[in-house]
């Protein structure tokens, strides 16, 4: 093992195993985790990772092995195909989710246990308003079938992942009886005996390139009626429409997608830390006193600003994504009892921290990345592979503007209700003191007050200072004269402001509740500083809206960065063994720099030696193209 790195897990101040099993919501579901990978995979003598029978192999595992609890098919994938993606995400994640809460009982049992399927919902002229999803899906009573049609070019479906062209059972999204509401189908096309039906891939794109997105253009295309998902919504036979609960019911596993890339964002950035981290502690580069030897650069103060504000981000948004998946459980369940009570609170929820996480990850992939200085650049880091895997999810599942957006029509409702002097419950309930105006910043003292509970405090008073300059900044573009829909497109960069605010405040809240809820001291003291840090560092970030919000004063900004520096200084004696109990295995993260042992160069090296250019001493091309050029030369 490399000694720097063994000197770094030396001393230790906390426990990190309580903490892996923490961040797995105990040690049952660790030692779980761990069984799925060492003895269902590493050790499973079929696992074949990277052969063109790895796919029909893990699919054939996971039923043999009864994997359907999604976090644990995650394990499972994620060890099997490490950071990458593979063909049959969106199968796991968005086709059967669709079929288990959209399907009514009689479809459920013919389909689930049998079938493979994408997910059809994007045309090429719309991918985030899905009210105007071209598709149609007409009814003929006479033949009791669906006829499906692209009436125009945009209406093509474009992007569906797992496209598989041999048979294609996947849900669609179209039109069948009125501009306002659609539903769901199953559409079960075998080709290519199935006339009207013009299949394709959509071509390269950034990256992704294991998910084969196709295109999908149907010429009356016949589907029996019973292909219509019916749990919420129905077509008789005699062509009688009965409508569902809701029309957004039909979202359903959008919002469940978008719950899960909470916390996977929070896994994302965690193995980009490991990385950046474990290659800081040993590259040794340049020097801070003349004359001495390299210091790591994990004791540069820029890389420690660089690296564990985002480590101290990894963990918040690992609780985030526990908290947010707990919380579609218990409302999806009341949902499906038939109480929708709670519904636009779960979208507003999903769709905001869903858009604030996979931001802040995105960016934190690239910082991670450049720290690492050239070598973070070679495939052999793999931060290329997982920024280019990682960054669509900013636009797929809701692009992140627009779900802001949708979060802010929730805030703004809110805010409204509030003025009307209703008393409002639930993640928005400080809006409540915005209207009797005990909002008021607290006595701002010289000094910086660092009670995490306080600093939580000022996160709630920045955000609701944010949602009502948004109201008011409506507000004063209707006393102009502006229609409502113009009032608030001229609000829109306020409204994400706000949003971007609440969100902000609510991970925080989720990191200082997990924080009180440890009880080992040890684990409790690091998490402590680690949520501080994030609170710190995000005051940092946004001094302006505290200094706006009247909770912090010019004199306490110095402050701030003084402690910000004084809580870096503290994590980085634990920074190696904050990762570690993140417990990614090498060989799912299949980096090079982010290795457990630390020997970097020693696999650097091998790895290039690796690489097909160098299975020849000379390449083969000298001897094509250019021994014959110099011959004429
Ligand atoms: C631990 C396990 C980890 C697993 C790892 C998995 C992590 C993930 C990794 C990879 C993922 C797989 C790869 C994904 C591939 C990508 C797939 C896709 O992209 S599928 C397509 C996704 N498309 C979208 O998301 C479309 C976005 N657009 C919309 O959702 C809607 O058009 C809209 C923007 C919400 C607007 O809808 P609409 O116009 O109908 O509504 P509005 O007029 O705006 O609002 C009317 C009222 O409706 C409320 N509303 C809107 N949506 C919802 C909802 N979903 N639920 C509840 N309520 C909703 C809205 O709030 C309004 O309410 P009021 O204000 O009127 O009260
Ligand atoms: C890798 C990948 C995989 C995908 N897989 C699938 C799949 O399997 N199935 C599927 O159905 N789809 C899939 N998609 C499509 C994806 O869901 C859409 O791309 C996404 O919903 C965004 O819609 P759009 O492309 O129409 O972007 P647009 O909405 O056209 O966005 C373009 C710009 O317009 C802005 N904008 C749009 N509306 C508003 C508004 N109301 N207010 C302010 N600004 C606005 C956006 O903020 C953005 O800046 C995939 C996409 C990607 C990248």
Redesign the pocket.
């Given at each position: 093992m490399n000694p720097d790195i063994l000197r770094e897990r030396q001393n230790a101040t906390f426990d990190i195993e309580k903490l892996t099993n923490i961040l797995d919501g105990g040690a049952e579901r660790t030692n779980r985790r761990r069984e799925i990978r060492e003895v269902l995979v590493l050790n499973d003598p079929d696992f074949d990772y990277g052969t063109p029978t790895s796919l029909p192999t893990m699919i054939l595992k996971l039923r043999e092995y009864g994997i359907s609890d999604p976090v644990e098919i995650n394990w499972y994938k994620s060890m099997y195909w490490g950071t990458g993606r593979e063909a049959l995400g969106?199968h796991y994640v968005?086709f059967l989710p669709t079929l288990y809460t959209q399907c009514d009982s009689e479809q459920f049992n013919k389909w689930v246990p049998l079938i493979i399927g994408?997910?059809?919902?994007?045309e090429m002229?719309?991918?985030?308003?899905l009210r105007g999803l071209e598709t149609t899906a007409t009814f003929d009573p006479a033949t009791q079938e669906f006829v499906m049609h692209s009436p125009t070019v945009t209406s093509i479906?474009?992007?569906?992942?797992?496209r598989n062209p041999l048979f294609l059972p996947l849900i669609f999204?179209s039109i069948p009886l009125s501009a306002s509401l659609f539903d769901l189908f199953l559409s079960g096309f075998a080709l290519p005996t199935c006339s009207g039906i013009v299949i394709g891939d959509i071509g390269p794109?950034?990256?992704?390139d294991a998910?084969d997105?196709g295109y999908l253009k149907l010429e009356h295309v016949r589907i029996p009626r019973e292909n219509m998902l019916m749990k919420y919504a129905q077509v008789k036979p005699d062509g009688s429409y009965v409508k569902p609960l809701s029309s957004k019911l039909t979202y359903g596993t959008m919002v469940f997608i978008r719950s899960l890339i909470v916390g996977n964002a929070g896994i994302v950035l965690s193995q980009c830390c490991t990385i950046a981290i474990r290659y800081s502690a040993v590259r040794h580069q340049s020097e801070i006193r003349a004359g001495e030897a390299e210091p790591q650069i994990l004791d540069y103060q820029t890389q420690q600003h660089k690296l564990f504000p985002l480590l101290a981000t990894a963990y918040a948004f690992l609780f985030a994504g526990q908290y947010m998946i707990d919380t579609y459980n218990r409302i999806s369940g009341d949902i499906n009892q038939g109480d929708l009570s709670e519904m636009p609170e779960l979208h507003a929820l999903s769709a905001g921290l869903k858009a604030f996480t996979t931001w802040t990850a995105n960016t934190g992939i690239e910082v991670c990345r450049m720290s690492c200085g050239g070598h973070g650049y070679s495939r052999s880091s793999a931060l290329p592979d997982i920024y280019v895997e990682f960054t669509?999810s900013c636009?797929?599942?809701?692009?992140?503007?627009?779900m802001m957006?949708q979060t802010a029509r929730f805030l703004m409702k809110s805010y409204r209700q509030v003025q009307a002097g209703q008393q409002l419950s639930g993640a928005v309930s400080y809006l409540n003191k915005v209207h009797h105006r005990v909002m008021a910043p607290q006595a701002v003292s010289s000094q910086l007050d660092l009670n995490l509970n306080t600093l939580v405090d000022l996160y709630e008073i920045r955000a609701a200072m944010l949602v009502e300059l948004a109201a008011q900044s409506i507000q004063q573009e209707s006393a102009r004269g502006k229609c409502q829909e113009d009032s608030w497109?001229n609000s829109?960069i306020d409204l994400v402001r706000a949003s971007d605010a609440h969100c902000h405040y609510m991970v925080l809240k989720m990191f200082r509740d997990k924080v009180d809820q440890i009880e080992d001291p040890g684990v409790h003291s690091v998490m402590s500083t680690l949520a501080h840090l994030y609170a710190i560092h995000g005051m940092g970030n946004f001094t302006g809206d505290f200094l706006q919000a009247g909770v912090l004063t010019g004199a306490q900004v110095p402050s701030v960065s003084k402690c910000l520096k004084g809580l870096l200084a503290e994590v980085r004696p634990s920074a190696v063994l904050l990762v570690d109990a993140f417990d990614h295995h090498d060989k799912m993260l299949n980096s090079v720099l982010g290795r457990h042992d630390g020997n970097v160069y020693e696999a650097m090296f091998e790895w290039a030696r690796s690489s097909p250019l160098n299975r020849t001493e000379v390449h083969e091309s000298f001897h094509k193209h250019l021994k014959p050029l110099q011959a004429k030369l």
């Open positions: 969106l968005m994408t997910y059809a919902q994007t002229g719309h991918g985030t308003h479906k474009w992007w569906p992942g797992g999204l794109k950034f990256g992704f998910v997105n669509p636009t797929y599942e809701g692009e992140n503007t627009v957006l497109n829109t």
